[in-house]
């Protein structure tokens, strides 16, 4: 019996420090992987983050939504309320959602480079938008349950300002 326990302690000693080099080769199962340091820095890498409170409770995310990244803020109820994003045309954008999780302000710059909020109702239709072209000129658009365009105002280029209605300039029945 001892020199079957004297074999383990061998073996053990012998193969034990090879498993141990081969294991810290390969990622760990949880997808997180610490890399060597990299001039006294070290690098974690994983597709998502989450902070949880003392519940469990996911309270923030940081992740890729379709190669996206994304941080997300979420109420006590689970609900997301904020996100910082990067859109499918690279734009980075802001949404902020209601207790419901409907998002309903939009802050993004589009891809002319015209930074815009848009304002949205409970249905997610766009109602208002405050923008700024990329010539500097600032305009405010009105829209109606549809999301089209009921009114704009904006600054043309000799800075005046404009006011378009569409219902004005439609034609009457």
Request: net charge negative.
């Amino acid at each position: 019996m001892k020199i079957a326990r004297f074999a383990v302690f061998l073996v053990i000693l012998m193969f034990g420090p090879l498993v141990a080099a081969l294991l810290g080769a390969y990622p760990v199962a949880s997808g997180i992987v610490a890399e060597e340091p990299t001039r006294g820095r070290h690098i974690l890498k994983a597709q998502a983050f989450h902070l949880v409170n003392d519940q469990d409770q996911i309270r923030a995310s940081l992740a890729l939504n379709q190669d996206r990244p994304t941080f997300t803020l979420f109420d006590e109820r689970g609900q997301a309320r904020g996100q910082v994003l990067m859109m499918a045309t690279d734009q980075a954008g802001i949404t902020l959602s209601d207790a419901e999780g409907v998002p309903r302000l939009h802050l993004v710059i589009l891809p002319d480079g015209s930074p815009t909020v848009i304002l949205s109702d409970e249905q997610r239709q766009p109602r208002a938008a405050f923008a700024l072209s990329p010539e500097g000129r600032p305009s405010l658009s009105f829209m109606d349950g549809k999301g089209q365009v009921q009114a704009q105002l904006w600054m043309k280029p000799d800075d005046t300002v404009s006011l378009d209605i569409e219902k004005l300039n439609a034609p009457q029945d």
